[in-house]
Every structure is written in C-alpha cells, then in structure tokens.
C-alpha cells in the first residue's frame, strides 16, 4: 500500500549515525516532529543516537515496524531489504545513492536490490531519492524546514531530493504549502503514474506539480495523466534528458530530441499543464492552487502602464486569449471621475489617474469578463515624498486587502512593476490568496494556462 | 544637437508649480543635484517655489538657456512652443501627456505643437514622456532615486516614463548603473534610431537597452542597428502594438502579428538582441554589461543537482549551444578527491560532494570550453545544522568572491537554486560582478544570446 510510505505505523531507520548526514539528520527530525516513540534506528555499532537506541539488525527491532529508511553503503542494499523482507516489513525508502544513476555497474547493484524486493513483495521508493513528506501527520524522510511542514493543498512529485527541496523553499517563499512530497529516485519500483493515480484520491491534494525526466511507462502515464486531469491538475515540468546525451558531443548543435515532441503531444492530449521552466512550474502552480478556473479566454487588463499592458496583451493574444472590448458599465464605472486624457479600452490604461480601483471592480463584476490582470506600475522615486507608503498604494490602487473578497468569482493576478520594495510591501498584503507576479507576461502565462486546464474539463465533461 | 538634452548650460522649466507632480519634483531634483544657479522656473501666477523665483513667462527668463523642459496642459504646448522658439532655445522636452496618445483630437493637437517646433526649428524629445538621466553630470528632468545617479555603462531607451524608472529600480536592484537614459513619449522629433546613433558614439555607454512598440521610420532603423551592433550590442524588447489593437476585439483568437514576424527578421538580421519579456530583458543587460563575449558556443554546466543540469542543458541545446564531453584534464582535476559516485560529464553533476570549486576552476581554465553555467543547488533545511551560512557556502562552494579572478577569461554565470535567503547571500558576494539567476533556464538563455551576438560580430568582421 502506498499510503503506508505517508502515515507508517512504526519506522526503522537503517544507517543512522552520529555524523552530520542524511542518517543523522533524520531521526532527530522524526523525533522533533513527535515519532519518536515510532522510530527505530538501526546501525552495526549500536550504542545511542539522540536519546534513542541504535539496535544492531533490522531483526533486533522489538515492534511493529512497516516503513523501512535506508541510507546504508549501496553495496549492503540488497542483503538490508532480504533483512527487511524477513523481518515482514512492507514498505521501503532507498535514499542512498550510487545504482543505475552511475552507470552499469550501478545498475547491475540496483538490478539485484530489485530481485530481493520482489522476493518479499516489498512496495520501493527510490533508490537515490529522498523520500516522502506529508504535511497533514508532519511525517517526513527528508530534513525539512518546520514551516514546510504546515498543511496545503499541493502535492509533489519530483526525481531529485533537492529539486523537491527546492519547490518546497519557493513555495514557502509564497505562502504556499503541500499536502505531500515524494521524490522518486531511480524508480525501481513505484513510478510517477502510480503516485498521480495515489494524489488523485488523496483529498488533502488538490494541485499536482511534478518534474519529470521521462515516464518510466509512456502508456501508464498517458492513462493515468488523462484520469487525474478530469479531477485535479497536473502541472508538469519535463527535461529532455535523452537530447542532453546526445548533445553531449562537441559537434551536436541541433534542437531538442524528437522524443520532447512526443511528450509535448502527450500533455496537450491528457489535459496535463506544461511548465516551460522552472519558475514557470513554480507560478503555475501558485495561481492554481489560489485561483477559480475561468469561464472562458476573456481577459481584461488594467494597468498603470501603457507599455507593460501592450506586453501582457501580446503575451495574451500568443497565448489563445482574448480582449473583449469594455462594456458600457465598465466605461461608465472607469470614466466616473477619470482625468480627461484616460481612454477606456482593453488594456485599460489608467495612468497615473487614481482609477485603478474603479476599473478594476468594473471589470472583477463584468459577466464579459473571464479574468482579470492588474498591473500596479509605481516608479520607486515617486514614493520619497510620500510619508506612508501604504498610503500611496492606498491612494492609487486602493484597499489591496480587500481585492481578496473578489476572489472565488473569477481567476485575476498582480503584477507589480516597480523597485523590489514595493512588490514585497504589497506581497505583504495580498500573498498567498493573490499571486504577485513582477513580469507581465509570466502573468499572463499564468492566466492562460487556466484557461487551458478548464477547456480541457469542459469538453471531457 | 542632441548633447544639448544630456548637458545643457541652461534650463527652463515651463509648468513649475507649488502642487504634487512632475513641475513640483523636477526643480528639487535639479536643485538638488547642483542645477540650481542653472534652472529656471515658468508659471503665468509668478512666485517662488524651491526658494527659486518662478518667472511668468519664458520671455522673462534673464540668463541663456539652451533646454526647455515643458510640462503644462497639452492645449498650451503649442504657444509655449513659439514662445521657446522666439527666445531661441534649441531643445525641448515635452512631458505633456494628451497628445497622439489619446486619439485623433490629441493627434491634432500634436500636428500643431510640430508645426511651431518646425519653424524654429527646435529638436523636441517628446511628447508624453519624462525625458532624460545623464548620470555623468547627474542630470535628470525625471525624479529618479539618488542612487540610479551612480555612473555605469548601460543606456536605456525607454517609450514611456513608467517603462524608463522600472528599468532603473530593477537594474539598482542587481547593482547595476546607466550612463544615460532617454524616454521618447510619441516621438514626434527625436526617434529611437537617432538615439541609438548618438548612445553608439556616447564613451560613457557600452550597452544599450530599448523598449520599442514599433519603429518610427523601419528602413533607418535597420540600418542604424546593423552599425550600431557592430560597436555596441542593443538589446530590445519588442511589444506588437498593432497585434494588440486587433486582439481587443472579442473575436479574435489568432496568434501575434505578422508584423511581428518582420520585426523578428529585423533583429536576427542586424545583430540586435531580442528579449522575449521585460524580465529577460534586465537579465540580459546584466550579463551583457559584465561579462566578457565567448569565443565560441560550448557551454559547460557545474551543477549541485543532476534535475537543474538537465534543466540548463535542454534550454542550451534549444538555443543552439553544444555541450563538449570534459578533456582530460578537467577529468583529472574534478576527480581528484571525488567520491566515488561522482561522474565527470557535462552537464558535471557534483552532487552533495564538494568538488565543486576544483570543477568550476577546471572548466574555467580550459581552452575548449568557451563558457560556463556554475549551478549552486542546496537545499534551505541543510542549513539549520551550520552555525555560519558562510561557512557552508565556503565548505561546498569555495571562495565565491575568489571566482571573480576569472572574469574576463570567459562569461560565467552563477544560478541558485534555494531558498531566497541563500540567494540574497550569494549575490551579496558575487555581484555585479558575477549576475546570480534563480532560474537555470534563463541563466542559459542569457549566455547564448551573448554568444549569438559575438557570432554576428565575428561574421562582419
């Protein structure tokens, strides 16, 4: 059972030691976190770790214990899971490294770990990985900051220890936080489409943010991407290792592997959201996990800035939206009290005028409108006279605060375009239920790719 | 002579006035930076502002002047015009919003206002615009932050004022400077080409940034881009202005302009280098003012984790860049000390070990590598157990400020992949000197565009 890796019974740790690593990091963590009554650690020299017992075997272990961590030399592997196996335990995490990622020789190690799981039956994790994490128990295999252990609705799936690491520091960055973790390692056993089918029914998860490498079963992945896209999104960032090795010689130069092809189809087809980068994965799944799906590809922008809105609108119109002219009772709602030069049309440019607020109600209640993206432009000298910089966001862009009461009727983001002070200063105030963006058109992006996910549930229902 | 908007002996500013807004700002600013016995004050009700007399008209003001900066209501700029033309100012800056901006009355309004420029044949910079920063003398009729005065090497042309004073706090945010700055408004005289010409013979400028929503005279453009890239790299982010025009109607659905696609020929053709958004845009100009032009295009990437290295690597291929197999000796060096698991390939992927600054030193000094992409990945957690950040950046990374030894052998960037707190530190140390990304995809996308520009200048050498 796969929920055994997320909520175990009783844990042994195999390779724990008392010198700074994963093998010591890990049972103080678990201790920390209130396992300590679960948690056995297991170690050939014995003697103590953090307060706790070091048995000497796996065999020794006197309770109930269903999740095994390993972090012991590769080459023990295969004897520690025949252990493991004898011992009745049914779930393992391989954290150590040095298996197929290394070469043949590696794989010819992992091939024989592989032989004695399969003998017990054992459901693996890994090898080279660093386990799960699960917000709603704060159980965790990997040394995490507390904060991330704070309960969200996203769920992540990715190969590499510190690439799950790293989405989990952005997203606390952003106030936002996981229902679970799994980094999956070589894959030796569980893959990705065997987690996404598990965040499918897991209802803690709501958004799915996977990385990629390469499915480990293309026609598996295709299916259960279709399945769990009718529920929840997947949003996936794919490297294209395969064209990596090749264009590992000095006379490649060409474009990315024909392979990259086959998976772009793949995502379009199952209704899967491809990130193009790393950032990219990062934002898109910030506004999913915060934002409604939009009815349609109806976008209006309101913006301080003539030039950052023409960016956004191009980034828009590459990206399949639209930019429905403004309907009388947003010109009427924009014009009231507007200085003379203010236009009103799509990109709505309100200049330095004190608009803002108007036209961006106007447009939050427009039934013509799908979504909205609201670009703040604040030179920072502007502020030097101002007492109160709170006043001045004030004054121009209104109550951000209370921008959130709009937020279950239809998806809209901020972009600030301005000195970095001022986009933490309104972060402070809108983050995490209204995304900042500092780019017009990562915001857009954003935006559309919404869009996207919904026309891919409205037509499959 | 366009020097004069840059250093001019004298200075009017018609629209002086005792309320908030550029007429109030402008004069402190000047005074401030030393302009004071230059400026002189316009406004028809007289008075004092700034403890500077206020004259009631142009005509009035007693000592010579050669730039007019004006900032009354548009239906005035044309007599102000003739009133400048009369007392023989050469140079104009209209800050005056309401003009072609607004629609066909503003356009007429425009006409007018070009007619008197034209028959005294004065040289105007606007309208709708906030003119000029020339940071040599500290000259400025915009109100910038004292800082973005510091003297660099950068030159931006900017449409709009909000597009010029975001340039700026962003490039204030990496430690980088300008050595002028221009925004342009409607161009109803001066044109980016012109600008362009004289930023190619400006000493103080060595790169030019360019917001651009669509040429004033293309033919001119094309060529004063292929002279002025064969000196000086120009780096322009391009809206489609036209596309968008058309998109703001609900009907439109199609991709951008095939105007577009003109332009997009026009800057492969010429050696200008293209942003694809405004973020790329100040993270080329980053990386095109700092470091060296490659001699080629092999990229060897150094990275923490094997995820970020097939991130980079895929965004290389895609932009054109080859990735050699390491030479021997880089081999020899990375090996020495390594752990087993650590094999020597490119992407090289370190790992948790700490053979990454004998790696980075290694590609660094090798003749077959023309760039290099050091990726610090470590995640936010491992640094609970380490009493010094810089400790542990030391123990993993080396001496970061040491890297700066190799700056002018070869362009290398640095990407971090943490949380934001380990970001900010490692910039502190490194730039501007050496920029720090986030993102490995960008970071990549920034050395192939350096590459790509000394590929067009090689060819036309």
Not at 61 to 83: K, R
Not at 169 to 181: H, M, T, V, Y
Not at 253 to 261: A, C, F, N, Q
Request: glycine fraction near 8%.
């Amino acid at each position: 059972m796969l929920r055994t890796f997320f909520e175990p019974q009783g844990i042994v740790i195999v390779g724990a030691r008392s010198t700074p690593g994963f093998g010591f990091g890990m049972p103080l963590t678990l201790k920390e976190q209130g396992y300590g009554d679960r948690t056995y650690l297991v170690n050939p020299k014995g003697g103590e770790l953090h307060g706790m017992r070091v048995y000497k075997s796996v065999a020794e272990v006197p309770d109930s214990v269903d999740l095994a961590v390993v972090i012991v030399p590769a080459q023990v592997v295969p004897q520690v899971l025949t252990q493991i196996g004898q011992r009745g335990i049914t779930n393992v995490i391989i954290q150590s490294a040095g298996f197929s990622e290394i070469g043949p020789q590696g794989k010819a190690l992992q091939d024989e770990a592989q032989k004695a799981a399969k003998k017990y039956g054992l459901r693996v994790i890994g090898p080279n990985c660093v386990g799960v994490v699960n917000t709603a128990n704060r159980f965790t295999t990997s040394e995490v900051m507390p904060e991330a252990l704070n309960p969200g609705s996203l769920a992540v799936i990715a190969q590499s220890g510190v690439f799950g690491h790293n989405l989990l520091d952005r997203f606390n960055e952003k106030g936002l936080f996981i229902s679970k973790a799994v980094t999956l390692g070589n894959r030796m056993d569980v893959n990705e489409s065997e987690m996404l089918d598990y965040f499918k029914r897991d209802s803690a998860t709501e958004v799915i943010a996977m990385y990629l490498e390469g499915a480990a079963d293309g026609r598996l992945l295709v299916k259960t991407l279709k399945s769990v896209s009718q529920e929840k999104p997947v949003l996936v960032l794919k490297s294209g290792r395969t064209s990596v090795g090749r264009a590992a010689t000095a006379s490649h130069t060409g474009s990315l592997s024909g392979e990259d092809k086959v998976y772009e189809g793949m995502f379009a087809q199952t209704g899967a959201t491809r990130a193009r980068r790393l950032t990219e994965l990062v934002e898109f799944a910030q506004v999913f996990s915060t934002q409604p799906l939009p009815n349609g590809n109806r976008l209006a922008i309101v913006t301080g800035s003539g030039s950052m809105g023409a960016l956004a609108a191009d980034a828009a119109v590459a990206a399949g939206l639209v930019l429905p002219s403004p309907s009388k009772t947003v010109i009427k709602k924009a014009k009231e009290g507007a200085p003379a030069w203010m236009n009103v049309s799509n990109p709505l440019d309100v200049g330095p005028s004190q608009q803002f607020p108007a036209a961006f109600n106007a447009l939050m209640e427009d039934p013509g409108i799908d979504m909205v993206l609201a670009i703040i432009a604040m030179p920072f000298a502007v502020m030097r006279y101002n007492r109160s910089e709170d006043h001045l966001i004030n004054q121009f862009f209104g109550n951000l605060d209370g921008m959130k009461k709009h937020k279950l009727n239809k998806p809209f983001l901020i972009c600030v375009v301005s000195h970095n002070n001022l986009v933490e200063l309104i972060k402070k105030e809108t983050e995490p239920e209204i995304p900042v963006f500092t780019s017009p058109e990562a915001a857009t992006l954003a935006l559309a790719a919404l869009w996207r996910y919904q026309r891919f549930r409205q037509r499959k229902e």
